[in-house]
């Protein structure tokens, strides 16, 4: 039987090569790593989560819940299998061991007979015997080498374009100071009711100087001379960004005390930052939201002015790097088949959807899809009601002028013809009509 080529072992590529294995298809996974690394990346382990651990909320009727609840339907070895098997606490979100996670993705890929592991770069679409004869489905993400991202550009005669992500300090738990941090969620929210996160409270006074010195920093300038000013993605601004839109805008945003009280004041903090837990044995904790682009040595002096961590010692600072995604609404089908080119995908973050979950989703989707070119059928779009269909929709169809990459969020799901007044309903609703959708979706399709 054809094989699928799919090039790039993060989440959306692990996810695809899953799928083409599940309908009876061959996989054939390109991974540059370790021979080639990324700015990013510390292991050579597959599906390796190189920001957050967290995969969002697994809050009932949220936007992200609905997507996830419809991987779980369809399947998904990343959603479905994985994460709840390396699932650590978080509230309600669903937050893993990112090393336990990646070595379990690696173990099955490895050893599941139709897939086919090849550690090399792809430079070429035209690699192997008669290239554009192959089905490939380019997951390569958001730090697609340059070889490849030129080589992208030549297939789809659009030009590369970029924004820039962050990625969140690590802290050793045993340098936290747990007489000034306390454990709480917010508004005493959590999944099995216990505290999950660890709460660094500020004073106004210890904000202001915080700020300040923050402000002051000396940052990581862009990567490239072009890139200036650097294109952040909004829904992943570096703090300093945050702070120079206003001395209060970090306070309502990633250090908003809303829903917590010290229990050393019994009131709640001017400010705070949350530590989340980053493995199962509680080694480690993220400095949550606090991505940013402080030199290392200014990240260590800075960082460690937050009450509880004035003797923290971190295992990873935060860093900056490029992200490369093309113009989806000016090349992709609802399906991600590129139009001129229906035998090429793409999935992941270089579609231009922001997000762990996003890319698996849209994995799965070219996975499937790639299976029905091999079976020389047309591949399906997902329903446009469903969380998976509105995001191919959004990648497919927004405006190529503005192209944004995108979370998932109900704004992209059709809305409601007579939508409920209360909010909770409504968006319960919204994810009773997607679900039923799928299921008809998957009923058809089986």
């Not at 054939?28 to 370790?34: F, G, S």
């Not at 460690?304 to 935060?318: K, Q, S, T, V, W």
Request: charged letters at 25%; hydrophobic letters at 40%; proline letters at 6%.
């Amino acid at each position: 039987m054809e094989g699928v080529h799919i090039v790039g072992g993060g989440l959306a590529g692990c996810e695809a090569a899953w799928q083409v294995a599940r309908a009876g298809g061959r996989a054939i996974l390109y991974e540059m790593r370790p021979h080639r690394q990324t700015p990013a990346h510390k292991t050579e382990a597959l599906a390796e989560l190189v920001c957050s651990n967290s995969l969002k909320t697994e809050q009932e009727n949220a936007a992200p819940w609905l997507l996830k609840e419809e991987l779980r339907r369809l399947g998904s070895l990343l959603i479905g299998d994985v994460a709840p098997r390396s699932r650590v606490p978080a509230g309600h979100a669903l937050t893993v061991d990112r090393d336990l996670f990646a070595a379990e993705v690696t173990r099955a890929l490895e050893a599941d007979p139709a897939i086919e592991i090849r550690r090399e770069e792809v430079t070429t679409l035209d690699l192997g015997h008669g290239g554009r004869d192959h089905i490939w489905i380019i997951a390569s993400g958001p730090l697609t080498s340059d070889a490849l991202a030129g080589e992208i550009a030549r297939v789809t005669g659009s030009e590369r374009l970029f924004f820039y992500d962050s990625i969140s300090p690590i802290v050793d738990a045993e340098s936290i100071d747990l007489s000034v941090a306390f454990r709480a969620s917010r508004y005493g929210k959590s999944l099995d009711g216990t505290d999950d996160y660890l709460n660094c409270p500020f004073d106004k006074a210890q904000y202001e100087t915080f700020l300040d010195a923050l402000l002051a920093a000396e940052s990581v300038p862009a990567h490239i001379e072009q890139d200036q000013p650097a294109k952040y993605f909004e829904a992943c601004l570096p703090i300093e960004e945050i702070a120079r839109r206003g001395r209060d805008t970090l306070r309502f945003g990633p250090m908003k005390p809303m829903g917590l009280t010290d229990p050393r004041t019994g009131r709640r903090p001017y400010a705070v930052v949350q530590l989340r837990q980053e493995n199962a044995r509680a080694g480690s904790y993220n400095l949550v939201g606090f991505q940013n682009h402080m030199r290392f040595g200014e990240q260590a002096r800075v960082l460690r002015m937050i009450p509880g961590l004035e003797n923290a010692e971190f295992l990873r600072y935060g860093q900056v790097h490029r992200n490369t995604y093309i113009n989806g609404p000016a090349l992709l089908a609802p399906t991600l088949q590129l139009r001129t080119m229906p035998k090429v995908f793409f999935a992941g973050q270089i579609s231009g959807v922001e997000g762990y979950v996003e890319s698996i989703a849209t994995g799965m989707v070219a996975g499937r899809g790639a299976m029905s070119v091999v079976s020389r059928a047309l591949p399906a779009a997902f329903p446009r009601a469903t969380a998976i269909g509105s995001l191919c929709a959004y990648v497919s169809g927004a405006d190529p002028a503005h192209y944004q990459p995108a979370n998932i969020t109900f704004d992209l799901l059709p809305k409601l013809e007579h939508p409920p007044r209360d909010r909770k309903v409504r968006q319960a609703e919204v994810c009773r009509r997607a679900l039923a959708a799928l299921d008809e979706h998957m009923y058809a399709h089986a």
